[in-house]
């Protein structure tokens, strides 16, 4: 499940389960996001992105959905791995501005 | 390598001394961002470069730090008499700056410690 406390919000998944990691943008006016994983000691690595004329996104094992009535995002990995722990994080990016925004992120854990 | 190449990947220093952090981006990106990443935080923009025009400091977070981009390629962000909140990830970031919604692409940081 889910928790949020003084750190990262976590996700702890079994090796195998799908996982649904959330994020919440502030900016009404956004319309390109994207996601982000980034393990411990290295960059940020794109994963997928979605523009705000479209609902869902689907890549490798990866979908992301958008739901702008909310403002809400999430990202989806079907069957995650071991090799999917890391830190996800969103990024929005409102048109005309090249500075996106990110949030926090959430650290998802899969056990084996 | 075709990623964003950044050196060195750690740094060790006394308070006060002056660093100088170095960033390679992606051949062809003509943007380049520079982030700080303190533990546990998300990513605290700094400083934004576009071609040739004047940069984006707006994130700078004081008269200490600075950047430079020689050539439209490599930058260098330097830190004078560092301070012991100075202590984070320095990411530097790529992308294809004339298009606009396109994807960041980062490399490792250089992980930054003042003593």
């Known amino acids: 499940g889910e928790s949020v406390g003084l750190h990262l919000p976590t996700l702890s998944v079994q090796e195998g389960d799908n996982s649904i990691i959330n994020c919440a943008y502030s900016?009404?006016?956004?319309?390109?996001f994207i996601w982000y994983k980034q393990e411990s000691g290295k960059g940020p690595q794109f994963i997928i992105d979605?523009?705000?004329?479209?609902d869902k996104r689907q890549g490798q094992r990866v979908t992301v959905l958008l739901n702008k009535t909310v403002k809400h995002l999430s990202l989806q990995i079907a069957a995650t791995q071991p090799g999917d722990s890391a830190v996800y994080f969103c990024?929005?990016?409102?048109?005309?501005?090249?500075?996106?925004?990110f949030g926090r992120g959430t650290s998802l854990i899969v056990h084996p | 390598g075709a990623g964003v190449s950044q050196s060195p990947s750690n740094k060790v220093t006394e308070k006060g001394k002056d660093v100088e952090l170095r960033c390679d981006p992606i051949s062809g990106h003509t943007a380049l961002y520079w982030y700080r990443q303190s533990l546990g935080q998300g990513l605290e923009f700094l400083i934004y470069?576009?071609?040739?025009?004047?940069?984006?400091k707006s994130g700078l977070p004081s008269d200490r730090f600075s950047a430079e981009r020689t050539g439209g390629s490599v930058s260098t962000l330097t830190i004078q008499r560092t301070q012991q909140e100075d202590s984070a990830v320095y990411l530097c970031?790529?992308?294809?700056?004339?298009?606009?919604?396109?994807?960041?692409?980062f490399g490792d940081g250089t992980r930054l410690s003042i003593l």
């Open positions: 990024a929005e990016l409102s048109g005309g501005s090249y500075i996106p925004t």
């Open positions: 979605i523009r705000s004329n479209m």
């Open positions: 470069f576009q071609g040739n025009s004047a940069p984006d």
């Open positions: 970031a790529s992308s294809f700056g004339d298009r606009v919604l396109q994807p960041q692409h």
């Open positions: 900016n009404s006016a956004s319309d390109y």
